[in-house]
């Protein structure tokens, strides 16, 4: 009887160090993910969110986008390293100020959040905030696609941007380049995408014998495909706009339209 009671007794006790440890070790992790996601939190580094015009083939402004900047000692804006740390909470107090700036046209306003931000717990609020401000414009939610890049939770994330559809929000992938590991990164996004953009940076070829595994021409087939949109950005000058004429890619972006602006100024 008391070799039984013993058992019982140890058994509890493994039971209870388990739940210890189990509960140190997320704490730690909890405090150790503070300590390091929170650089753009504080409240001491200037950020602001500048905008730029995309327009039309025919250069009818079509919508903005929302880049965010950062203050340098030499009186620059630049942007910001560590985008992934800027708590959401933060980038809807910045976006407050750029929102009073904005016109009321029913055109597109596209904001760039990073994986972490679009699978946190205020996602869903952030939505449902920035649609409420921005009426009539339409709210995109962009996310930086970097090839090979390993994302964790896929299925939430997938869920996370089906409830932000639901609201309205459109969703748009940005920076799909040239390399074969740019679309392997995002077909299983696929079923969300509403637009592609792609940058005139990643195709510009460093001499003619330089080989792109996928190029504009391909992009262009596979949004037409998918039903989705093609936006071309990193426009600068009248070659790049003839190339986006030639290929019949009618959204566009870049320098040529207009750089960043300081909407507060």
Not at 161 to 184: K, T
Request: net charge neutral; hydrophobic share 40%; charged share 20%.
């Amino acid at each position: 009887m008391l070799l039984d009671d013993l058992k019982i007794l140890l058994f509890w006790l493994t039971i209870l160090l388990l739940i210890s440890s189990a509960v140190i070790i997320g704490i730690y992790f909890y405090h150790s993910r503070q300590r390091s996601n929170n650089y753009l939190g504080k409240k001491e580094l200037e950020l602001r969110y500048f905008i730029q015009k995309q327009v039309d083939h025919t250069g009818a402004l079509i919508g903005y986008e929302c880049l965010l900047r950062q203050h340098q000692p030499d009186g620059s804006w630049q942007l910001p390293k560590q985008l992934d740390t800027l708590p959401l909470q933060r980038v809807i107090f910045l976006l407050e100020s750029t929102f009073k700036s904005l016109p009321t046209e029913p055109i597109q306003l596209s904001i760039n959040l990073s994986y972490e931000q679009i699978i946190s717990p205020e996602f869903d609020y952030f939505v449902r905030w920035a649609i409420s401000k921005i009426t009539p414009m339409k709210l995109a939610v962009e996310l930086n696609v970097l090839p090979n890049e390993h994302y964790a939770h896929k299925r939430y994330f997938l869920n996370c941007i089906q409830r932000g559809q639901a609201y309205g929000m459109l969703f748009e992938i940005d920076h799909v380049g040239a390399d074969n590991a740019d679309l392997s990164s995002i077909e299983w996004m696929m079923p969300v995408i509403n637009t592609l953009k792609c940058s005139m940076r990643s195709f510009r070829k460093k001499n003619r014998t330089e080989w792109l595994d996928l190029n504009l021409q391909f992009w262009h087939r596979f949004a037409l495909e998918k039903h989705i949109d093609l936006v071309l950005t990193g426009i600068e000058n009248d070659e790049d706009e003839a190339l986006a004429e030639q290929l019949h890619i009618n959204l566009r972006q870049g320098y040529r339209f207009g750089r960043p602006v300081n909407p507060l100024q």
